[in-house]
């Protein structure tokens, strides 16, 4: 399954900080991918979720 994200998630990642723009589930037995432009240089990397974290936004009380 594809995730189409609107709006974008903010997130870092070992590459800096970028905007998640999919994210493309394989189902339970492995990871979930996030596809995110990188702010930097807009360049779209993929990255495992267990390497992607959520920016915090105190609009929403997330990662305070």
């Known amino acids: 399954m594809i995730l189409q994200l609107s709006p974008t998630i903010l997130v870092d990642t070992p590459l800096g900080r970028g905007h998640t723009v999919f994210i ?3 189902g339970m037995h492995q990871n979930s991918c996030w596809v995110v432009a990188m702010e930097k240089d807009g360049i779209v990397k993929h990255f ?8 915090t936004n105190f609009t929403y009380h997330i990662n305070e």
Request: one cysteine or more.
């Open 24 to 26: 493309i589930d394989y």
């Open 48 to 55: 495992d979720s267990n390497d992607v974290i959520v920016c």
